[in-house]
């Protein structure tokens, strides 16, 4: 038996575009996730987030599930443009109900909430005027999480300002396949440096508002969640070493290194400058970026190998692609990377860290009564679990894990062909049904820990 501290927290996650729904309901803007998906030839199949897991008029029995999971937190995401449609200063009473009512019926069951002010759903109106490559949407930002940090922070204790500015930069505004679509890699680092800002500046909100949580709830803290894939040289031979060190350069330092140690890493720099791409940092900016946080959250889904290749004009490397299981995704599983990234947090801070997200998609298969069996998922689970009890043991500040995800929900541009949840949707009567992970995990929870006898 693998046993956990007696205060791990236990969660799982989720995002709002990816299970609200009711994306033109109440008030609510358009946010650039719903302008790509609308956009077609985007998502796969023609997908969108119009319906989702429809979680905005089913998330008192969603609430249930997780009561019934056994699992101590929640992680979610506000949607932005259900509080303020187009991103200014007017508030849409609606949406702040909405979020009420959620946060009112997790506490109720005992459930601590953990948001997430940011999981890529900008506001439409605010990508018309340059979205992240636009300084001024930094300061909305802070002032959209000031105005958070006021209405719901008597009932949440922990704070992400965003999600994943890795993919938001590199996914979303150099290769396109994410929103807003845009193919411009000249623009990334740009992007890069308004997120952080943005984090920073919400950062000194939060302190500012100094909100007070309940007194059964612990202190409020506020970080930032990090995508983390650590990259492999695909041999020993020394160009793809170097271009696996180009990667973690890439999408670990260029974040680490600002936030920790309020500096640019110099050779992320260095790559961006030899083709004419140059940050705009002002005076000031990087001390608003390293503000010192609470936590640090970090999701973890598998490893990057690669070799060298002077055939890419944008980064010189090609992806290879793995030799040995995969999740449906064709991610490599490969469990040593939770403690990999775990040690490499640790290289920067000595900050309380939670695995914010880690999880796999699989072909699930529905058996005779309805049974949904997905011992893929459960062996991916426990393997990467087993990682993270290493770790603690190594001395890693590791306080929680989350995974990814309650239920089966709408996989941005890939739609909903890839399932990642412990309860299954169907998309067409969006009932929702357990799968064997689901019961497994709940497990894991009232025991604290695993074990040989919950690998099934």
Same mark, same amino acid.
């Given at each position: 038996?693998?046993?956990?501290?007696?205060?791990?927290?236990?969660?799982?996650?989720?995002?709002?575009?990816?299970?609200?729904?009711?994306?033109?309901?109440?008030?609510?803007?358009?946010?650039?996730?719903?302008?790509?998906?609308? #956009?077609?030839?985007?998502? +796969? %199949?023609? @997908?969108? $987030?119009?319906? *989702?897991?429809?979680?905005?008029?089913?998330? /008192?029995?969603?609430?249930?599930?997780?009561?019934?999971?056994?699992?101590?937190?929640?992680?979610?995401?506000?949607?932005?443009?259900?509080?303020?449609?187009?991103?200014?200063?007017?508030?849409?009473?609606?949406?702040?109900?909405?979020?009420?009512?959620?946060?009112?019926?997790?506490?109720?069951?005992?459930?601590?909430?953990?948001?997430?002010?940011?999981?890529?759903?900008?506001?439409?109106?605010?990508?018309?005027?340059?979205?992240?490559?636009?300084?001024?949407?930094?300061?909305?930002?802070?002032?959209?999480?000031?105005?958070?940090?006021?209405?719901?922070?008597?009932?949440?204790?922990?704070?992400?300002?965003?999600?994943?500015? #890795?993919?938001?930069?590199? +996914? %979303?505004? @150099?290769? $396109?396949?994410? *929103?807003?679509?845009?193919?411009?890699?000249? /623009?990334?680092?740009?992007?890069?440096?308004?997120?952080?800002?943005?984090?920073?500046?919400?950062?000194?909100?939060?302190?500012?508002?100094?909100?007070?949580?309940?007194?059964?709830?612990?202190?409020?803290?506020?970080?930032?969640?990090?995508?983390?894939?650590?990259?492999?040289?695909?041999?020993?031979?020394?160009?793809?070493?170097?271009?696996?060190?180009?990667?973690?350069?890439?999408?670990?330092?260029?974040?680490?290194?600002?936030?920790?140690?309020?500096?640019?890493?110099?050779?992320?720099?260095?790559?961006?400058?030899?083709?004419?791409?140059?940050?705009?940092?002002?005076?000031?900016?990087?001390?608003?970026?390293?503000?010192?946080?609470?936590?640090?959250?970090?999701?973890?889904?598998?490893?990057?190998?690669?070799?060298?290749?002077?055939?890419?004009?944008?980064?010189?490397?090609?992806?290879?692609?793995?030799?040995?299981?995969?999740?449906?995704?064709?991610?490599?599983?490969?469990?040593?990377?939770?403690?990999?990234?775990?040690?490499?947090?640790?290289?920067?801070?000595?900050?309380?860290?939670?695995?914010?997200?880690?999880?796999?998609?699989?072909?699930?298969?529905?058996?005779?009564?309805?049974?949904?069996?997905?011992?893929?998922?459960?062996?991916?689970?426990?393997?990467?679990?087993?990682?993270?009890?290493?770790?603690?043991?190594?001395?890693?500040?590791?306080?929680?894990?989350?995974?990814?995800?309650?239920?089966?929900?709408?996989?941005?541009?890939?739609?909903?062909?890839?399932?990642?949840?412990?309860?299954?949707?169907?998309?067409?009567?969006?009932?929702?049904?357990?799968?064997?992970?689901?019961?497994?995990?709940?497990?894991?929870?009232?025991?604290?820990?695993?074990?040989?006898?919950?690998?099934?």
């Amino acid at each position: 038996m693998l046993t956990f501290p007696d205060d791990f927290v236990w969660g799982a996650a989720t995002s709002a575009y990816q299970i609200e729904g009711a994306w033109n309901e109440d008030g609510k803007g358009e946010s650039i996730w719903d302008r790509f998906c609308h #956009t077609p030839g985007r998502a +796969a %199949g023609g @997908a969108t $987030g119009d319906i *989702a897991c429809d979680h905005y008029h089913r998330y /008192t029995a969603d609430v249930d599930m997780l009561a019934a999971l056994g699992v101590k937190a929640y992680r979610f995401s506000l949607a932005w443009t259900r509080l303020f449609p187009d991103g200014g200063s007017q508030p849409n009473p609606a949406g702040f109900d909405f979020y009420r009512r959620l946060i009112a019926a997790l506490r109720e069951r005992g459930i601590m909430p953990m948001v997430t002010l940011y999981h890529w759903d900008l506001p439409q109106a605010l990508q018309d005027k340059g979205g992240w490559t636009n300084r001024d949407t930094a300061y909305r930002f802070a002032d959209y999480a000031a105005r958070a940090f006021e209405q719901f922070g008597a009932n949440v204790p922990l704070w992400a300002t965003l999600n994943e500015p #890795t993919l938001i930069a590199f +996914a %979303g505004h @150099a290769l $396109g396949i994410k *929103a807003p679509g845009t193919r411009r890699f000249w /623009t990334v680092l740009t992007v890069v440096h308004h997120l952080l800002l943005a984090h920073g500046l919400a950062v000194e909100a939060f302190r500012e508002v100094a909100p007070a949580t309940a007194a059964d709830l612990p202190d409020p803290g506020i970080g930032i969640v990090l995508s983390v894939r650590p990259t492999h040289p695909a041999s020993d031979r020394p160009a793809d070493i170097r271009a696996a060190q180009l990667m973690n350069h890439l999408t670990q330092d260029l974040y680490f290194e600002p936030l920790f140690r309020g500096r640019y890493p110099t050779d992320a720099l260095a790559f961006f400058r030899r083709r004419l791409v140059r940050p705009k940092i002002q005076p000031g900016d990087l001390d608003h970026i390293s503000r010192p946080i609470d936590f640090l959250g970090i999701n973890v889904y598998t490893r990057g190998l690669v070799a060298a290749n002077r055939f890419n004009p944008a980064f010189g490397v090609r992806q290879v692609a793995p030799s040995g299981p995969t999740t449906a995704m064709g991610w490599e599983i490969y469990p040593p990377c939770l403690f990999e990234v775990l040690q490499l947090a640790q290289t920067y801070t000595d900050l309380p860290l939670y695995i914010t997200e880690n999880g796999a998609a699989f072909a699930d298969k529905t058996q005779t009564g309805g049974t949904i069996a997905d011992q893929d998922r459960i062996d991916f689970l426990r393997s990467y679990l087993a990682e993270a009890h290493r770790a603690i043991a190594a001395g890693a500040k590791l306080k929680g894990y989350f995974v990814w995800s309650l239920l089966d929900n709408f996989e941005w541009d890939e739609g909903y062909e890839p399932r990642f949840g412990l309860i299954h949707v169907d998309f067409e009567t969006l009932e929702r049904t357990w799968k064997q992970s689901a019961h497994w995990y709940r497990e894991v929870i009232a025991r604290n820990g695993i074990s040989e006898t919950l690998l099934g």
